[in-house]
C-alpha cells in the first residue's frame, strides 16, 4: 500500500547540509501502511555511506520524545514503518499533516530533520450520531414544511469525507442536501405530501450517507416519523400579568407565587409544562419555577440594593408545543440589612498646634445602601476631644477644631466617629481618624532649677568639670532641641569665658582656668538655654561659682624681718620680771579659715627656760625674772605654723639683749653666731674693753643716744613692742581671726652709729597697749597683695 513520494511522484525535495547540522530531508506515504513498510532510503538521500551507519550509532528520534513511528535499517539505510501511522489520530480535519522525525549520527554528530507528510486514505465510513432518529409531526403539518436531520461526520478529509445522501424511496417525504459554511453537507426532510394520522400513524425511512473515496463508503440511520393528533387549542393563563411582593433576604425556597393555566384538549395535548421565557441574566439563579406545579420560589439571594423589582416571562407548553406566554413582576421591598459606612475623604494631617478654633481639618462622607427610612443617618463624635462634625451637603460632614489644641499636653487624637440609620432595628458603625499634632515653637527651655551653685577647691585643674545645668523644652525635635551657652560678661574685669565654658549639647559647666582664692572667692555667671525653633526662644539662670580655699600660702613672718644680713634686735631690761612682754612675732598667712590659724613655737633658744611665745599671740615674755647668771645675749628661733592640711611653717630668729644702757652691749655683729661661739664673743668683747680709746668712743655714744631717749620713752615694761610699720602688708585680711596684732601698732626703728652693720634698732611703741589673743586685722584682700609680694622671699618653710 505504501509508496516513496520520490519513487511514485517522481521527486524528493532533500536539503542537506556539511557538517554538524541540520539538514531536512522530505517523504511523503498514505496512513496505515504496515509495519517494516519502506518510506525511503535516507542513506541513500542523504549521501550517508552505509558502512558507517552502525559505527555511527543512526538511529530515529524525534523532537518532543514522542512515539517513534519510523527506524532506519543500517545495513540497507532504508526508512521504514515502526509504528501504525493513522492520519486521522495525528491529525484529525487539517489538511495537511505532516510527520516530523529525526535521524541523528554520532562521530561526528549529525541531526537530520525528517518531514514525512501522511495522506489520507479512505479508511472511514459516514457515521451518525444517533442510530435512530425520531420525529414527531402533527397530522396538521403543511406541505414543504421541512425538518432537520443533522449530518452524517467521515473522519476523512477531502474526497475521502462525506459527499452525498440518498432517503429512501416513500410517499410523503423527499431529501433536501444542503452545505454549510465549513464546506460540510447536511440534509433537510421535506413533507411533499400531507399526512393523515388515521391513515398511517408511523413512518419508517431510511437515510444512507456516502462518502467520495474509492472504493466508496458509507453509513446509515432510520428516521422514525411518528404522527400526532393535531393540537386545536393553545394553553391559556389564568392571568396575563401576575404581581407579588418579597422582602428582601427572603429565605431559600419561599414561595412568590404560583402561576397555572388551562388547556381544553385532552390527553397529551392538555398536559401543560411551565418554565421561564427569555429570562434576564440577574433573574436566572434568583428563582425558580416548577415545571409542573407551577410554583415559584427564591432560589438564590434577593438584595433590594442589588435589584429591587424582577420581571420574568413563563411559558406554558402542551404535550405537542403549543405555548403561551404570561408576565411575572416581583417587587422587592427594602429592609434595613445595610449599616451606614463612614467614607474619609480628606484629613489634613497632622495639624498645627496653632490652629484657630474652627479650622477645618478633613471630610468625611456618610453612605447607606438602604432606602428611605433605612438611609437616613444621625452622625456623632466621642465626648472629650476638641473636635466637632457640622453638617455640609447632603451626607457630607466637616471635621472642625473646637478649642485651642497644645502638642506639649496631648499630641495625638484618635476621633471615633459614629453613624447610626433611622431604620428598625437601626444599624450603625463607626470609624476613628488619627490626628496628629504638629509643633511649633511655643515654649522656651526651662531649667529644672532656679539658679544653680558650683563649688571648686582653688588651683583645680583647667578644664574640671564643675556642675551641669538642665534645661527641658517640651516642644517637638529642633523646637525641642536645647542648646547652652555662656552669656558675655566679665569677672575681675576679664571676660567670663576666659574663666568658664559651657558644653552647649549637654550643659555641663568646665573650668577653663585655675582659681585662686585669694585673688576672688566667688564669681556669677549667666548660662543660657536657646532652643532651635524658628524664631528661637530661650531662657537664662544664673550659675554661682564658690571658690573654696587651699592650705597653698605659707605663713608670712612680718616681724621680725631679716631684710639682707641686717638683724632686728632688742634690748630686755635686767629688771624684768616673769611674765613680762618683751617682743612679739608678727605673722600673716594668705589663705583663709583654718588654713590661716597661726600657732607659735620656740624651736630653739640659748636659754630654754628664760622666754616662753604665746601659742596664738606670738607674744614673748619671760618665765621667770632675768638673774645676773643669764646670758646677755639671748637668740630664739621662732616656728609659725598654720592650721592647713597638710600644715605650712615658716620660722624666724628672735635677738634680744638684756641690758640696760648699750655701753654693756657687745659688738651687734657677734649676735648673728651661733651659742656655741658665746667664748669667742666674751674673747671678743673684753678685747674691745681693754682698748681704752675704743672704750671711750664707746661711752660717748651712750651719752648720745641717752640724750634721745630722753625725747621718747624706751622701757618696755609696759608691754608694748615696737614694730615697724612697714612690716604690715595693706593687703593683708584674715576672715576667721589668727591673733596676729591689729594694724594700729605703728614703730619707729633707730640705728647704732657705731654697729659696723648698722641694722640694730631701738624700738619705741605707740601704742600703751598690746593686742588681746583672740582679736584679728581686718583689712580688704586688695590690702595685702603688694606687701606679700615683698616680703615674699623672706619666709623660711
Partial sequence: MGYIFALHCGFAFIFLTLGPVIADVNYSMSEEMKRGSVIGNIAKDLGLDLGRLSARKARIDTEDNSVKYCSVTLNTGELIVQERIDREGLCAKKALCVLKQELLLENPLELHRINIRVQDINDNSPLFKEDTLKIEIQESADNGERFLLGEAHDADIGENAVQSYSLQQNDHFKLNVNTNAGGRKYCELVLDKELDREDKKEIALLLTAFDGGSPQRSGTVVIHVTVLDANDNVPVFSQNVYKATMPENSPLE???????????????????????????????????????????????????????????????????????????????????????????????????????????????????????????????????????LVPSIKNYYSLVTTGQLDRELVSDYNITITVTDEGSPPLSSSKTVHLSVADINDNPPVFEEQSYSAYVSENNKPGSTLCSVSARDPDWRQNGTVIYSLLPGEVNGAPVSSYLSVNGDTGVVHAVRSFDYEQFRSFKVYVMARDNGSPPLSSNVTVSVFISDVNDNSPQILYPSLEGNSFMTELVPKATHGGSLVSKVIAVDADSGQNAWLSYHIVKSTDPGLFTIGLHSGEIRTQRDISESDSMKQNLIVSVKDNGQPSLSATCSMYLVISDNLAEVPELKDLSYSDSNSKLTSYLIIALVSVSTFFLTFIIIILGLRFCRRRKPRLLFDGAVAIPSGYLPPNYADIDGTGTLRSTYNYDAYLTTGSRTSDFNFVTSYNDNTLPADQTLKKSPSDFADAFEEFEGDSEV
Fill in 254 to 388: 419561599t414561595l412568590v407565587i404560583i402561576v397555572s393555566a388551562t388547556d381544553t384538549d385532552e390527553g397529551l395535548n392538555s398536559e401543560i409544562t411551565y418554565g421561564f421565557d427569555h429570562i434576564s441574566g440577574e433573574s436566572s439563579d434568583v428563582f425558580s419555577l416548577n415545571p409542573k406545579t407551577g410554583e415559584v420560589r427564591v432560589a438564590g439571594p434577593i438584595d433590594y440594593e442589588k435589584v429591587s423589582s424582577y420581571e420574568m416571562h413563563i411559558s406554558a407548553k402542551d404535550g405537542l408545543g403549543l405555548v403561551s406566554y404570561s408576565t411575572l413582576n416581583v417587587e422587592v421591598t427594602d429592609m434595613n440589612d445595610n449599616a451606614p459606612v463612614i467614607y474619609l475623604k480628606s484629613l489634613s494631617n497632622p495639624i498645627p498646634e496653632n490652629a484657630s478654633p474652627g479650622t477645618e481639618v478633613g471630610i468625611i462622607n456618610v453612605q447607606d445602601r438602604d432606602s428611605e427610612n433605612n438611609r437616613q443617618v444621625r452622625c456623632s463624635i466621642q465626648q472629650g476631644v476638641p473636635f466637632k
